[in-house]
T-cell receptor, first 112, second 114 residues
Framework: AQSVTQLDSQVPVFEEAPVELRCNYS??????LFWYVQYPNQGLQLLLK??????LVKGINGFEAEFNKSQTSFHLRKPSVHISDTAEYFC??????????FGEGTQLTVNP | EAQVTQNPRYLITVTGKKLTVTCSQN?????MSWYRQDPGLGLRQIYY???????DKGDVPEGYKVSRKEKRNFPLILESPSPNQTSLYFC?????????????FGPGTRLLVL
């Protein structure tokens, strides 16, 4: 069975600073990896996903993530954050199509 | 507009009083799923459905029932709610055309069981 660990439950940063949200996964087979974002009082929406090919994946709103198979990681990065990026971010892994396993979530708070 | 809708958005009930949370999608998706979100635990899958009349347990199915009589609807039923089912619930849907489907989430239903 697969599992996902998000290493930071809360990440506070200042506006225009870079940010990295860390995600490690565990699986005995090939994986598909996702980052979802949840803005306050809303449902989740897809930020980006890794399926195959290039290990650097670009998503919406300037976010990108890098798949590292040897370290079983899929960290999310943004070079300069905005106040509007304040949200909860979920890493998720799938090994059998639509059955997703989510991490515990990381609350990103961007301060002025 | 492509969307997943849930009703109600907020619900307060008492222990043992049966309730149903509805979920509907207008994207003709085969796959639908229910999750609950609890602080520090992320999202955990309750039940999922691969198509009409095909449902299966997720990671935390105890205390819940589902049905899939129509492709667009996937209601979540709590026959006898208990306080430990107080949570934020999300319905999601996706296509089964590939193994890399994006899931589309509803806005959530916040349930409080007293």
């Amino acid at each position: 069975a697969q599992s996902v660990t998000q290493l930071d439950s809360q990440v506070p940063v200042f506006e225009e600073a870079p940010v990295e949200l860390r995600c490690n996964y565990s699986s005995s087979v090939s994986v598909y990896l996702f980052w979802y974002v949840q803005y306050p009082n809303q449902g989740l929406q897809l930020l980006l996903k890794y399926l195959s090919g290039s290990t650097l994946v670009k998503g919406i709103n300037g976010f990108e993530a890098e798949f590292n198979k040897s370290q079983t990681s899929f960290h999310l990065r943004k070079p300069s954050v905005h106040i509007s990026d304040t949200a909860e971010y979920f890493c998720a892994v799938s090994t059998s199509g639509s059955r997703l396993t989510f991490g515990e979530g990381t609350q990103l708070t961007v301060n002025p | 507009e492509a969307q997943v809708t849930q009703n109600p958005r907020y619900l307060i009930t008492v222990t043992g009083k049966k309730l149903t949370v509805t979920c509907s999608q207008n994207m003709n998706h085969e796959y639908m799923s229910w999750y609950r979100q609890d602080p520090g635990l992320g999202l955990r899958q309750i039940y999922y459905s691969m198509n009409v009349e095909v449902t299966d347990k997720g990671d935390v199915p105890e205390g819940y029932k589902v049905s899939r009589k129509e492709k667009r609807n996937f209601p979540l039923i709590l026959e006898s709610p208990s306080p430990n089912q107080t949570s934020l619930y999300f319905c999601a849907s996706s296509s089964l055309q590939g193994l890399q489907e994006t899931q589309y989430f509803g806005p959530g239903t916040r349930l409080l069981v007293l």
